[in-house]
């Protein structure tokens, strides 16, 4: 076929469609987040839809590639923040561990460690941020100040000392 018969496009690679990003949730879970983590996930959806907006018009391959995952993370922060559920932190005192709450836990050896409980979309491990679906969360949600939880780890099973619960402000 005559190069005159074909269009511009057609020699342009086709874009990469990009699955949709899977939900964290368990089918029938409640997309439980802390209020600082709604505010967080409003501030990231808000700057990428500004950035989309300065971006509208990617001409090259890989702008485009760009400009489909930025859009792909707007639409998944869009259906998180449509179906957050913010749950506050309770009243003085805090004596329990609930959803949101910072607990330190030490071991039988005297090791502490720190937990935060938050929601899927809020998860850092590397801050100590576990989503209230994982095991170490089940194993504290609802333990009482001074009580013990039997936690599972890797390397066997470790019984836990809430010495400590405390929420951000």
Do not use: C
Request: glycine share 8%; charged share 30%.
């Amino acid at each position: 076929m005559s190069k005159a018969f074909t269009r511009e496009s057609d020699d342009e690679a086709d874009m990469p469609v990009l699955p949709r990003q899977p939900s964290p949730l368990p089918p029938g879970a409640k997309n439980y987040v802390t209020p600082g983590g709604a505010q967080r996930l409003r501030e990231e959806l808000e700057r990428l839809i500004e950035q989309r907006r300065g971006a509208a018009s990617a001409d090259d391959a890989e702008a485009k590639r760009r400009l489909a995952a930025v859009d792909q993370r707007i639409r998944y922060l869009q259906h998180s923040v449509e179906s957050a559920v913010v749950v506050p932190a309770p009243a003085p005192p805090w004596d329990q561990v609930r959803f949101g709450a910072t607990v330190t836990v030490r071991d039988r050896a005297g090791e502490a460690s720190v937990y935060r409980l938050v929601g899927v979309d809020e998860t850092d491990i590397d801050r100590g941020w576990v989503s209230y679906l994982s095991p170490i969360a089940k194993a504290l949600l609802n333990a009482r100040l001074g009580g013990r939880v039997k936690f599972r780890f890797p390397a066997g099973e470790e019984e836990l000392e809430v010495v400590k619960i405390e929420w951000e402000g």
